[in-house]
């Protein structure tokens, strides 16, 4: 199977559209076709195709890992550096579930696999992201603890 790069899949020709699609659609998607589809799975599935997107799109420094957090439109980022090894991110605005409903349930598997995934190339370290918190169970953030080593 044929791996596409960044600029090949950058190349949208929709002059009357344009690139950006409803965040309804994309929650459709994400949210109940995937879940559907992959079941109990479908949580670390997307964990991973979040890391790749993230190691694909990489970041220099935490400047340019919000930023580019922020473009993506997958949420607004507030990082804190715990220790030298323990970073938190806090997502505003989260695209999977910002505005859900309480579910008792956390599913921003792919926004955690992103942040992991772009975080690798900031600390130059392998990183493993997990949520805590969402809006989901309640809050009107996400939290994700990475974890460096």
């Known amino acids: ?3 596409y790069s960044i600029e090949e899949v ?4 929709r002059p009357q559209l344009g690139e950006d699609i409803p965040l309804t659609l994309y929650r459709i998607l994400r949210v109940i076709g995937m879940r559907k589809i992959l079941g109990e799975t479908s949580g670390a599935t997307l964990y991973m195709m979040g890391k790749q997107v993230g190691t694909m799109i ?3 420094n935490l400047s340019d890992f919000e930023a580019k957090i922020k473009e993506l439109k997958v949420g607004i980022p507030e990082v804190k550096v715990v220790e030298e090894e323990h970073v938190v991110v806090k997502l505003y605005e989260c ?3 910002a505005g859900f409903v309480y579910t008792g ?6 926004e955690s696999g992103i942040i992991a995934g772009l975080l690798e190339a900031v600390f130059k370290k392998k990183a493993k992201s997990t949520q805590t918190k969402s809006w989901s169970v309640g809050y009107n953030y996400c939290e994700f603890e990475v974890m460096l080593y």
């Open 1 to 3: 199977m044929k791996e």
């Open 105 to 110: 349930e956390m599913f921003c598997d792919m």
């Open 58 to 60: 990489g970041a220099k």
């Open 95 to 97: 695209i999977t579930c």
């Open 10 to 13: 950058s190349n949208i020709v």
